[in-house]
Nanobody, 124 residues
Framework: QVQLVESGGGLVQAGGSLRLSCEAS????????MGWFRQAPGKEREFIAA????????GYADSVKGRFTISRDNAKNTMYLQMNSLKPEDTAVYYC?????????????????WGQGTQVTVSS
C-alpha cells in the first residue's frame, strides 16, 4: 500500500495557476498507477487525471483536459498536477491516490487509503 500526502493548494484568482504535489511513501509507488481526484462542496469525489507507472500513459477528465497536466518523478516518489487557466468551478479539495492499473484510477476502483487532501480555491 502507498501512503499519500498532498500539498500545494491555495487561493488563486481565475486564470491563475497552481502546482499540486503528492508525496508517496511505501515501496509500491513505482509500481502503481497514480491519479488526482477532487471533491467540491456538496458533490461527489471525481476523477480528474491519471498517469501510468512509467509516466508514459496519461488520461484526463474532459473538464480539465488542455488545462491540467499530470506528471510523476519516480526517483522522488512524487506526483504533480500543474493546473493552468483555473476557473471558479475548479474549487475543491484535491486528493491523490494509487492503484494497480491506470484504468482503476480512471474508474476510481481498487484505490488505496485517501490522504487529507489539499484545498484549492479559485476566486472570480
Amino acid at each position: 500500500q502507498v501512503q499519500l500526502v498532498e500539498s500545494g493548494g491555495g487561493l488563486v484568482q481565475a486564470g491563475g495557476s497552481l502546482r499540486l504535489s503528492c508525496e508517496a511513501s511505501g515501496r509500491t509507488f513505482r509500481t502503481s498507477a497514480m491519479g488526482w481526484f477532487r471533491q467540491a462542496p456538496g458533490k461527489e469525489r471525481e476523477f480528474i487525471a491519471a498517469i501510468s507507472m512509467s509516466g508514459i500513459s496519461r488520461g484526463y477528465a474532459d473538464s480539465v483536459k488542455g488545462r491540467f497536466t499530470i506528471s510523476r518523478d519516480n526517483a522522488k516518489n512524487t506526483m504533480y498536477l500543474q493546473m493552468n487557466s483555473l476557473k471558479p468551478e475548479d474549487t475543491a479539495v484535491y486528493y491523490c491516490n494509487a492503484a494497480g492499473r491506470i484504468a482503476d484510477i480512471q474508474t476510481m476502483q481498487n484505490l488505496d487509503a485517501w490522504g487529507q487532501g489539499t484545498q484549492v480555491t479559485v476566486s472570480s
